[in-house]
């Protein structure tokens, strides 16, 4: 009986030094479980904060996906946002982190804790009985026992829940960091669209050979000629001319003729253009034309563009070139423009396929790397890639070969400078006999261009873009379509731009009712009851329409004779406006100098 009593007494004994062991342990994962609580309960607060930028960032980049002109800012926010997105990602992955190294020696703990539960569970209540010779000490270490065993349960029930936290909130964690990637990745698309569309915004305010700048040149002498026209008119405008352009420069392939068709009926009347688009810089045709009578290639380009030198300037061996990054100006990008067909060197025109070489070369270094200003040209902070279309110049992304290679070769390095730097070398396909200056067409004078009579004798018999030398199918030619499909004008359709002027000339106010009558403006007969309200006669029946130009390229009288007017002179200029602005369908006036057809 002793032994028995000794044997439960160290039993005993050894309980006390266990149980409290465990105990402290206990009350330590306690405190730490419930600084966990804490600690969950803030992540799962930054998760969730997370998982809502996330769903903001989204719904953004969706919404903006499906716009055509995002804006810089719109792309710095959502940088901005993804930013902090990444930080407060960062933050919960540290936190996250180090809850598993807890963790992982809290389920160490966990393990025993189990291990010991597992053997206390099985022990006998009879041996915990016995393990005192007083039963009421006894029955203290039963009572004690399930205590402790009942507080290990909860820890670790406890601590099975936590690892389960810890577990959704990594999953949550990888889900919105797989969101942020996706939504890096868009928004890196979005800044290449951002980047092209500021490439195309750039392209339409520089003063290029292009079809926008040739429409808003347009644009500006017609606003000059005619006063007090609506933002709606100006767009009207445009579209009319947007829809009857075609090259704007002559391109790679030589361009057909167009023949007028007869008008069956009469009188019809059939007003053409000389030249197209600008007519600033180069004459392309007329450069053909040069060539073909004798000129060489230095003697083109400065028939064409003034105060300039001649020289070699090769400090920039490649170019960035929008869609093809930094390429070789010389064998990469120049061998590649489409601007002049490559057939013109076999039919004599080799020099000018080296005067567009120059220019090419020119324009290519000015666009990118300069800029004008009141200090003149001076060098860009930032270089702005060229486009590779019309809105620049047309780069095919491939070399041409043959003759062009050779002029691009034989030109080498040789640049159109003005006080030692590369000029804007502006070039059209056709001037019609005369070029503009930069200031007659865009409204900015520039050193380099000049008024030049293109023509070996008289004009327009002589001009070196028309039938004799050049042969441009843009040298005289009606534009557009009215009606009857075609550029031919009834005499009552040409009576009332007549009328339209006339009312006009009285007062600038009536021109916001003189748009097309098709398109919101006032029909004939509404502006023949004007004309008679204001006391002043219609134009009446035509006998005939007299065009006069002024010796430098522009039409500036159109003189009318009628049933009710024996002379009546009319302003060049205006009549091209109002031509532009009233006439149906998509006839207009392309340039400045115009002459009528009548038959």
Same mark, same amino acid.
């Given at each position: 009986?002793?032994?028995?009593?000794?044997?439960?007494?160290?039993? &005993?004994?050894?309980?006390? &030094?266990?149980? @409290?062991?465990?105990?402290?342990?206990?009350?330590?994962?306690?405190?730490?479980?419930?600084?966990?609580?804490?600690?969950?309960?803030?992540?799962?607060?930054?998760?969730?904060?997370?998982?809502?930028?996330?769903?903001?960032?989204?719904?953004?980049?969706?919404?903006?996906?499906?716009?055509?002109?995002?804006?810089?800012?719109?792309?710095?926010?959502?940088?901005?946002?993804?930013?902090?997105?990444?930080?407060?990602?960062?933050?919960?992955?540290?936190?996250?982190?180090?809850?598993?190294?807890?963790?992982?020696?809290?389920?160490? &703990?966990?393990?025993?804790?189990?291990?010991?539960?597992?053997?206390?569970?099985?022990?006998?209540?009879?041996?915990?009985?016995?393990?005192?010779?007083?039963?009421?000490?006894?029955?203290?270490?039963?009572?004690?026992?399930?205590?402790?065993?009942?507080?290990?349960?909860?820890?670790?029930?406890?601590?099975?829940? *936590?690892?389960?936290?810890?577990?959704?909130?990594?999953?949550?964690?990888?889900?919105?960091?797989?969101?942020? $990637?996706?939504?890096?990745?868009?928004?890196? /698309?979005?800044?290449?669209?951002?980047?092209?569309?500021?490439?195309?915004?750039?392209?339409?305010?520089?003063?290029?050979?292009?079809?926008?700048?040739?429409?808003?040149?347009?644009?500006?002498?017609?606003?000059?000629?005619?006063?007090?026209?609506?933002?709606?008119?100006?767009?009207?405008?445009?579209?009319?001319?947007?829809?009857?352009?075609?090259?704007?420069?002559?391109?790679?392939?030589?361009?057909?003729?167009?023949?007028?068709?007869? @008008?069956?009926?009469?009188?019809?009347?059939?007003?053409?253009?000389?030249?197209?688009?600008?007519?600033?810089?180069?004459?392309?045709?007329?450069?053909?034309?040069?060539?073909?009578?004798?000129?060489?290639?230095?003697?083109?380009?400065?028939?064409?563009?003034?105060?300039?030198?001649?020289?070699?300037?090769?400090?920039?061996?490649?170019?960035?070139?929008?869609?093809?990054?930094?390429?070789?100006?010389?064998?990469?990008?120049?061998?590649?423009?489409?601007?002049?067909?490559?057939?013109?060197?076999? /039919?004599?025109?080799? *020099?000018?396929?080296?005067?567009?070489?120059?220019?090419?070369?020119?324009?290519?270094?000015?666009?990118?790397?300069?800029?004008?200003?009141?200090?003149?040209?001076? $060098?860009?902070?930032? @270089?702005?890639?060229?486009?590779?279309?019309?809105?620049?110049?047309?780069?095919?992304?491939?070399?041409?070969?043959?003759?062009?290679?050779?002029?691009?070769?034989?030109?080498?390095?040789?640049?159109?400078?003005?006080?030692?730097?590369?000029?804007?070398?502006?070039?059209? /396909?056709?001037?019609?006999?005369?070029?503009?200056?930069?200031?007659?067409?865009?409204?900015?004078?520039?050193?380099?261009?000049?008024?030049?009579?293109?023509?070996?004798?008289?004009?327009?018999?002589?001009?070196?873009?028309?039938?004799?030398?050049?042969?441009?199918?843009?040298?005289?030619?009606?534009?557009?379509?009215?009606?009857?499909?075609?550029?031919?004008?009834?005499?009552?359709?040409?009576?009332?731009?007549?009328?339209?002027?006339?009312? /006009?000339?009285?007062?600038?106010?009536?021109?916001?009712?003189?748009?097309?009558?098709?398109?919101? !403006?006032?029909?004939?007969?509404?502006?023949?009851?004007?004309?008679?309200? *204001?006391?002043?006669?219609?134009?009446?029946?035509?006998?005939?329409?007299?065009?006069?130009?002024? !010796?430098?390229?522009?039409?500036?009288?159109?003189?009318?004779?009628?049933?009710?007017?024996?002379?009546?002179?009319?302003?060049?200029?205006?009549?091209?406006?109002?031509?532009?602005?009233?006439?149906?369908?998509?006839?207009?006036?392309?340039?400045?100098?115009?002459?009528?057809?009548? $038959?």
């Amino acid at each position: 009986m002793r032994r028995a009593a000794l044997f439960v007494t160290i039993i &005993f004994i050894f309980n006390l &030094f266990l149980i @409290p062991a465990k105990a402290d342990e206990l009350d330590e994962v306690e405190n730490q479980l419930q600084q966990k609580q804490s600690e969950y309960q803030q992540t799962q607060s930054k998760i969730e904060q997370l998982k809502k930028q996330q769903e903001d960032l989204t719904k953004k980049l969706k919404n903006l996906s499906g716009q055509i002109w995002t804006t810089q800012k719109q792309i710095d926010e959502l940088d901005a946002q993804v930013k902090e997105t990444k930080e407060k990602l960062t933050e919960v992955e540290n936190n996250l982190k180090d809850r598993q190294e807890k963790l992982a020696r809290q389920q160490d &703990f966990r393990d025993s804790t189990v291990r010991s539960y597992y053997k206390r569970s099985h022990a006998s209540i009879v041996d915990l009985l016995l393990s005192s010779d007083k039963f009421s000490e006894s029955a203290q270490n039963l009572a004690f026992q399930n205590a402790m065993l009942n507080e290990a349960k909860r820890t670790i029930t406890a601590l099975n829940q *936590e690892i389960a936290r810890f577990e959704e909130d990594k999953r949550s964690t990888e889900e919105i960091k797989k969101s942020l $990637e996706e939504n890096l990745a868009k928004i890196a /698309s979005l800044k290449k669209q951002l980047q092209a569309q500021a490439y195309q915004t750039q392209r339409q305010i520089n003063e290029a050979s292009s079809q926008k700048n040739a429409l808003s040149g347009q644009l500006s002498s017609i606003q000059n000629s005619i006063k007090d026209l609506t933002a709606r008119q100006q767009e009207l405008i445009r579209q009319k001319m947007a829809a009857t352009s075609e090259l704007i420069t002559v391109g790679s392939a030589e361009q057909d003729k167009q023949t007028l068709p007869a @008008p069956g009926f009469s009188p019809a009347y059939a007003f053409f253009t000389y030249g197209y688009p600008h007519r600033v810089g180069m004459n392309q045709y007329g450069a053909y034309g040069r060539a073909k009578a004798g000129q060489d290639y230095q003697t083109i380009l400065k028939a064409y563009y003034d105060n300039i030198s001649l020289e070699k300037f090769e400090p920039h061996p490649t170019i960035p070139v929008v869609g093809y990054g930094e390429i070789s100006l010389e064998d990469d990008y120049l061998k590649g423009i489409g601007e002049m067909p490559s057939s013109w060197g076999d /039919s004599g025109g080799m *020099e000018a396929l080296k005067a567009q070489a120059v220019a090419a070369r020119t324009f290519a270094l000015n666009y990118i790397y300069y800029s004008w200003g009141s200090g003149g040209l001076t $060098e860009k902070a930032t @270089p702005t890639p060229i486009c590779t279309d019309q809105n620049c110049q047309v780069y095919l992304g491939r070399n041409k070969g043959g003759n062009w290679e050779r002029a691009v070769e034989e030109t080498r390095g040789m640049v159109m400078l003005y006080q030692g730097k590369p000029i804007t070398a502006w070039y059209s /396909s056709t001037d019609g006999g005369y070029t503009r200056t930069s200031g007659d067409v865009w409204g900015g004078e520039r050193p380099w261009t000049k008024r030049v009579k293109d023509t070996a004798g008289d004009w327009p018999g002589e001009a070196y873009d028309g039938p004799k030398y050049g042969d441009s199918p843009w040298f005289h030619k009606a534009w557009g379509a009215g009606p009857r499909g075609n550029a031919w004008m009834t005499e009552e359709e040409t009576e009332d731009i007549f009328n339209a002027l006339l009312l /006009s000339e009285k007062a600038s106010s009536y021109n916001q009712y003189l748009t097309q009558p098709d398109k919101g !403006g006032w029909s004939m007969a509404a502006v023949k009851e004007a004309l008679a309200k *204001e006391g002043i006669k219609e134009i009446g029946a035509i006998s005939s329409i007299q065009m006069f130009q002024d !010796g430098a390229g522009f039409t500036n009288i159109v003189r009318v004779t009628s049933a009710n007017y024996a002379v009546k002179d009319f302003d060049g200029a205006k009549f091209r406006s109002m031509f532009n602005l009233r006439s149906l369908g998509t006839l207009v006036i392309w340039t400045s100098l115009y002459d009528v057809l009548r $038959e």
